[in-house]
């Protein structure tokens, strides 16, 4: 099994700065892609960035310029890095990775799996 524990939401006024964490564990076999969603009330789950494991990066529109996704292989970590952040960046974020992990000696399976969720709350 694969888990996902985000960190680093919080409350900060307009102009600010946050960096989430995702920490990823489990018996894995490869790694594909990481990416933060975000989704606020109302609206549809959206992906903000994702990276894969060769540096390859994209980004929503609306957060090219301020936000920067990385990862620290060594830890299995990956981070958002958010900056100038706006009243419309609030919402709940996600972590979601896919790639394959093993399930028996001699087998792998894809996954597709999600953290719990980070509240990040950008006051005018």
């Known amino acids: 099994q694969v888990q996902l524990v985000e960190s680093g939401g919080g409350l900060v006024q307009s102009g600010g700065s946050l960096r989430l964490d995702c920490v990823i564990s489990?018996?894995?076999?490869?790694?594909?892609?990481m990416s933060w969603f975000r989704q606020a009330p109302g609206m549809q789950r959206e992906r903000v960035a994702t990276?894969?494991?060769?540096?390859?990066?994209n980004y929503v529109d609306s957060v090219k310029g301020r936000f920067t996704i990385s990862r620290n292989s060594a830890e299995n970590t990956v981070y958002l890095q958010m900056n100038n952040l706006k009243p419309e960046d609030t919402a709940a974020y996600y972590c979601?990775?896919?790639?394959?992990?093993?399930?028996?000696?001699?087998?792998?399976?894809?996954?597709?799996?999600w953290g719990p969720g980070t509240q990040v709350t950008v006051s005018s």
């Open positions: 990276i894969t494991t060769v540096g390859t990066t």
């Open positions: 979601n990775v896919k790639g394959y992990r093993r399930y028996s000696i001699e087998g792998i399976v894809p996954f597709d799996s």
């Open positions: 489990g018996d894995i076999s490869r790694l594909d892609a």
